[in-house]
């Protein structure tokens, strides 16, 4: 982290964390008072919002739209002149389309943030392959495309990512929320940071002391510093997604990996016939065949009952090989991949603790195997308590960060700007 924040390039370049300054400079306070839009494009569904506070309460609106084949392949352009008429008809069909509007922008795509509503894409991923934005300004994209539709006002204030959103979905429900994590499919990970720690800062130091750091720590590792208690599963894992020798950290845990290192730790055992006495299935052989919610449907039965685990067997096509102790063993196999996994991420929460050194600190925390897996929260807070003894921790589900979370930065990013205008 400390390399990440370095204003030595070359130092830089020593850490896998990215340490993204997001030049978010507060979370809310629960004043923040208006009606704010919010744009989350993450994938080929996108979602139009307004999200609407008035007297310490928040509700939403929201539209969800397709983008079509041919506009994924297509010209950048022709996908923000979508994106702008689909805002235009949300904006008519609700009847707000002669108002003004801040918007915040959800943007789940590699990017370098330039400010606060600034963001340079790195490189588009999942189906996106439109020409032209590569090296660009998304937000300068987004406008154009608004400018070119007219009849509507709209003023984008802000480029996030859904990490930072659900920091501030979380620091909306409760104000000690210091970290936002996304635990889901993928892992990343943002929290505050004092700006004199941030040796990279290139902005002002005096309006607030802190900023949002956006870390990246689905990539810790990416360097080789964590080969050193990678499993074979792991290498195994790595060699055959979607992009390797990337994301090293995120592969030992999240939602997309762990039901393959689970597969892949069945087949050895198979192998060395010490499961279903040796024999096998093409179901078992099949690479990524086996997802995550198995094991969280394994965990959440007790010990003594096997309907869950006889599901997955059944499924894989080995439940007439499968005895007592089979069963026992791939019960046993889940525990331990949500133990390593639970106690991988509480051990950086503490890390993050340690640093903001507050009394009491909040983890907002979103995603689908957080929310769906029955031991994660209790196994990453036993981590978080050990390794952070002098803080105390509750962390809190803080859904929709994406969607919400860009209008509560919205509004904050309206609400400073207004108080730094007064200032000057």
Not at 19 to 39: I, S, W
Not at 54 to 73: M, Q, R, T, W, Y
Not at 106 to 126: A, E, R, V, Y
Not at 202 to 209: A, Q, T, V
Request: proline content about 2%; hydrophobic content about 40%.
């Amino acid at each position: 982290m400390e390399l990440g924040l370095s204003k030595d390039e070359a130092k830089r370049k020593q850490s896998s964390l990215l340490m993204e300054n997001t030049y978010l400079r507060d979370t809310t306070h629960g004043k923040e008072e208006g009606d704010f839009l919010a744009l989350d494009l993450g994938g080929t569904r996108f979602r139009i919002l307004l999200v609407s506070l008035h007297h310490g309460k928040c509700s939403e609106l929201f539209k969800v739209a397709d983008i079509p084949d041919n506009i994924l392949v297509g010209t950048g352009e022709q996908l923000f002149d979508y994106i702008a008429d689909c805002i235009y008809v949300f904006l008519e069909e609700n009847q707000l389309r002669n108002r003004t509007f801040p918007l915040g922008f959800t943007f789940s795509f590699p990017m370098i943030q330039k400010s606060l509503k600034c963001g340079l894409l790195t490189t588009w991923t999942k189906s996106f392959k439109c020409t032209g934005c590569v090296g660009e300004d998304a937000v300068k994209y987004l406008e154009d495309g608004i400018k070119r539709r007219g009849g509507m006002s709209i003023d984008v204030v802000a480029i996030l990512n859904d990490t930072t959103g659900t920091l501030m979905s979380g620091a909306y429900l409760d104000e000690k929320c210091q970290v936002g994590v996304i635990l889901g499919t993928g892992f990343n990970s943002c929290y505050i940071e004092n700006i004199r720690n941030v040796e990279k800062w290139d902005g002002d130091i005096n309006d607030l002391p802190q900023v949002l750091i956006d870390t990246e720590m689905g990539a810790f590792g990416d360097n080789g510093v964590l080969d050193f208690f990678k499993t074979e599963y792991d290498f195994e894992v790595d060699r055959t997604s979607n992009h390797v020798h990337s994301y090293t950290f995120e592969k030992m845990f999240a939602g997309h990996y762990m039901g393959e290192i689970l597969r892949l730790v069945m087949v050895k055992l198979i192998d060395g016939g010490m499961l279903f006495g040796g024999k096998s299935s093409e179901a078992i052989r099949k690479p990524w065949n086996l997802t995550t919610n198995y094991i969280a449907f394994i965990e959440g039965e007790n010990y003594a009952s096997k309907e869950e685990t006889k599901k997955m067997l059944k499924y894989l096509d080995l439940l007439d090989f499968a005895d007592e102790d089979d069963i026992a063993i791939i019960k046993y196999i889940c525990a331990l991949l949500s133990v390593r996994g639970g106690y991988l991420v509480g051990s950086c929460m503490a890390v993050f603790l340690n640093r903001i050194q507050l009394p009491e600190v909040t983890i907002a925390v979103d995603g689908s195997l957080y929310k769906h897996h029955p031991r994660l929260h209790d196994l990453m807070m036993k981590k978080i308590n050990q390794y952070a003894p002098s803080t105390k921790c509750k962390m809190i589900l803080a859904e929709d960060g994406s969607g919400k979370g860009a209008g509560l930065v919205a509004a904050v990013a309206t609400r400073l700007a207004r108080e730094h205008a007064k200032a000057h």
